[in-house]
């Protein structure tokens, strides 16, 4: 699937207050809260002591009441608001619940929080129509099935999913169509932009930055004096540009191969082969984890003890053999010289291949033909086919804190490499 994701953001409103509604309907019309952190004592719930606001019903809004306000506070300026205090064992039980109805529609679900997540569908729609339809649908099965109203931006990208899920609170619905990201953003405060925090929004107010449009028009100078380094990835998210994958839980975030040298590696060739070899192992581990990498590293340590690594962004995520090799290669012509003690080849910002991903176009027949020659390795030996370029042999040295989360690697053993 080239071209255009759709993601969506789903946030439940007023979630905690919504789950103790569904038990308690005779509060519903009522402004309520639901509020914690402090000593809280039965049949003692107007003593407000301590504890702050965690979630504020729509009834209590109007009045000024809403989450993180202390409740001493929230009380003065709604005197009969209902206060109840925090039970997140039952909050967290409907939580699956939800969870289990976004599993319905993608495996690729990336939880914020208990009642937020992000949902990559763009490989869902031959089978459940397109992101609007999955959004709406999702938004009537919370209702009907659970009672719980929610909130859902659909965009191309996380970061504008999720102010667009924000914008029209409660049980809003706003979409976003690709290539108006930036015309959607532009009039909006820096606040909505998550990541834009109270002082990175205060620095950028002191040169007139007030809108996200005033963001993404800013030069690279004055960006990087107020910013620092991290302030283009906010321009670019200001402008609708964010290239994070929706990551579901217990998928590692990368993993990569290394080899040290008997001696160091003076000839570039003999470079450019072991680190086919790498690229080609990396592939392979990548593809028997059902994942796909959305760059490329390159990690060199040479005779002096530095060591250098480098990353590539791939077009589209990918577990080509040739695709990460040819990556690879790029990043081992920018970092070469002389002398190469260790050379390591790594799969980064990992995503599930989730469906309508793999093997659509094209380019996904090399894909096609690594997993089929996968498969006859699995049978004959890790050694038996390798695309005429030798063999890595059959020790492991994967790093092994990327790796513990994918189970043990795919059986192989040594043998002499035959080419193809
Ligand atoms: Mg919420």
Known sequence: MTGT???????LD???VSCELLRRPELRGRPVVVAGGGESHPGE???AGRSVVSAASYEARPSGVRSALPLARALRLCPQLVVLPVDIDHYARISKQVFAIFQQYTPLVEPGSLDEAYLDVSGSQLVAGDGPTIAAAIQTRLADELGLPASVGVASCKTVAKVASDLR?????????PGQEGDFLSELALERLPGAGPKTVARLRLLGVTTLGDL??????????????????????????????????????????????????TDLTEAQRMVRLLSFAV??????????????SLKARFADFQTTTRQLTLPRPASADLELVAAAQELLRRVWQPGVRLLGVGAEQLVPHGQ??????????GARLDVALDRLRDRFGTGAIA??????????????????QLGPPPAGGGGAPSAL
């Not at 994701?5 to 946030?11: E, F, G």
Request: hydrophobic share 40%; glycine share 12%.
């Open 45 to 47: 719930a107007r003593s």
């Open 387 to 404: 695309r005429g370029i030798g063999s890595l042999g059959a020790e492991e040295d994967w790093n092994r804190d990327h790796l513990r």
């Open 169 to 177: 609170k409660p049980r809003g619905l706003v979409v976003v169509p």
């Open 5 to 11: 994701r759709t993601i969506l953001h789903v946030d």
């Open 14 to 16: 007023a979630f905690f």
């Open 283 to 296: 592939a392979r581990r990548l593809r028997a984890g059902g994942l796909l990498a959305g760059a490329v």
């Open 356 to 365: 309508g991903q793999l093997f659509e176009g094209p380019a996904e027949k």
């Open 216 to 265: 993404a028009l800013l030069d690279d100078a004055r960006l990087r004096a107020v910013l620092g380094p991290q302030g283009e990835q906010l321009r670019d998210r200001a402008r609708g540009h964010d290239p994070a994958p929706v990551v579901p839980p217990g998928v590692p975030r990368s993993l990569s191969r290394e080899r040290t040298f008997a001696r160091d590696l």
